[in-house]
Structure formats: C-alpha cells, structure tokens
C-alpha cells in the first residue's frame, strides 16, 4: 500500500515538472511568435517607407528635369532694319551670309549691317529665322525644345558661338527624330564654368510659314534644306559651331541661366 502511495506521489510530480516545462516552452515558443511578427512588421514598414520615398523622389526628379521654355520678353518692340548679304565664303553651297561688320567696339554700326545691341522688348527681325541683330541680355539654357522659344534669347545664344536649327511644326515625326539625333551626336564643349554643352539648339517655328522646312542659322550665316538627311547641315555645325572666326563672344556660354528665365531643354 506504502508503494502504491509513492507511486502515486512521484507520477504527480513528474506531471506537475511536465506540465510546468510545456508552460514554459509555450511562453518560449509565444515569445518567439511576437519576435518574429514584430521584425515582420518592422520590415514590412520599412519596405514600404523605402517604396514612397522612392516614389517621391522620381516624382521630385522627373519634375525637376521637365523642360522648361525660356522666358518671353517683355516690353517696346524694337524693329531691326534691312540687313545686306554679302558673298558666301564658307565653301558651303547654299548658304547665304550677312553683314556682320557692325561689331561692338566699331563705333555706331553702318547701315545694313548686323548690329548687336540689348534690347529689354521682342524684336521684329528683318531676316526670318534671325540670323544676329537686337537681342535680349539674358541668353537662354542651349539644347533641344520641343516648343517655341523667344527668338530674342536664341539670336544672343548664337552671338556666343551656338547654331540653331529650327523646323516647321508638321515637320514629320521621322525628320524631327533624325534632327535629334543629329544634335546629340554633336560633341560637348566644355565652357569656362567647368559644365559642357553642345552648342546647338533645336527648335520648332512658332508656325508653318518657314521659308524651308528646316533652317539652321549661326550669326551672320543660314541655310536652308528640305531634308535632315541633307549633308550640309553637319557640314554647317562643323564650320561655325563654336568657332572663334564666326563668333563674335567667342568663350562666352550658352547655359548656365536660372531656369525660369533661361529655360530647361528637354534634351542638352
């Protein structure tokens, strides 16, 4: 009866010590739970703030490389008198030069030539697109636009050694494509701040009345094609594109204007 008892007596105790180490391996297993949704959680919240930051930063990104158009100008219309044209000497067939005689420091420009003033208004341009004359102080950022750009800005871009190409607006999507990819081809030039730019603008005409399709200028200097194909138009980069013969601010740049006046190109 004695055995019985101690039996007894050890069976409960090796329950209690049983039932006791599954509490306790329960707490274990319930605190290792917890632990592991908490690190879940924890990551999930920061996958998620890495997710928006990352969306608001392209958001902020994109915003900040959207093109901008330069500033109109504002204020009395200046009307630039007749330019002469004077004999092509550049070996380029087609070109048609003006008189760029009327250089600052030559005393007051003669008559029919190209003159260089600052003017705050629009210019009514004698040679359409403007080839040089009256143009506006501030410059705008040189690059590739797919919207008009106030002429006035584009004319003191070429007096610093860019071309400008512009096209008519039903320019076909093709021509327009190869135009672009004419103009990134270029090289970079670096400039005194220490940035580079390739010196050419590429722009649409406000209108369809272009005399040609396409029509790039330098100062001074502009020909007309009916094809971005055609091989005179690098032939024309190639001669007075930042070219200290044709450039009457040679060194100057032609970017690095703030962007709510000097614009921001789609493509540089």
């Not at 603008?201 to 001074?220: E, F, H, K, Q, Y």
Request: aromatic share 6%; proline share 7%.
């Amino acid at each position: 009866m004695a055995t019985k008892k101690k039996n007894s007596r050890v069976d409960a105790e090796r329950r209690a010590r049983l039932e006791a180490l599954a509490k306790q391996q329960a707490a274990k297993q319930r605190q290792r739970t917890m632990l592991i949704a908490g690190g879940a959680a924890v990551l999930i919240v920061a996958i998620v703030v890495a997710i928006v930051f990352a969306i608001t930063t392209d958001k902020k990104s994109s915003a900040s490389t959207a093109q901008v158009v330069p500033a109109a100008v504002t204020g009395d219309t200046t009307v630039q008198p007749k330019v002469d044209t004077v004999a092509n000497t550049t070996g380029i067939d087609g070109v048609v030069a003006y008189n760029t005689a009327g250089y600052p420091g030559a005393g007051t420009p003669v008559a029919g030539t190209l003159g260089h003033d600052h003017v705050d208004g629009p210019v009514t341009y004698s040679v359409v697109p403007p080839v040089g004359g009256p143009h506006n102080a501030t410059w705008m950022n040189a690059g590739i636009y797919t919207t008009p750009v106030p002429t006035e800005r584009a004319v003191h871009n070429l007096e610093h050694g860019a071309v400008w190409i512009t096209y008519r607006p039903d320019l076909p999507a093709t021509d327009l494509a190869t135009l672009t990819a004419l103009v990134l081809k270029q090289t970079e030039i670096k400039e005194s701040s220490g940035s580079s730019n390739r010196f050419v603008d590429l722009t649409p005409w406000a209108s369809n009345d272009l005399s040609s399709p396409i029509v790039i200028s330098s100062w001074g200097y502009q020909l007309k094609v009916d094809s971005p194909g055609d091989p005179r138009l690098q032939k024309f980069i190639d001669t007075f594109r930042h070219n200290q013969k044709y450039s009457p601010e040679f060194g100057a740049a032609v970017d690095g204007v703030p962007a709510d006046v000097g614009g921001r190109p789609e493509k540089q």
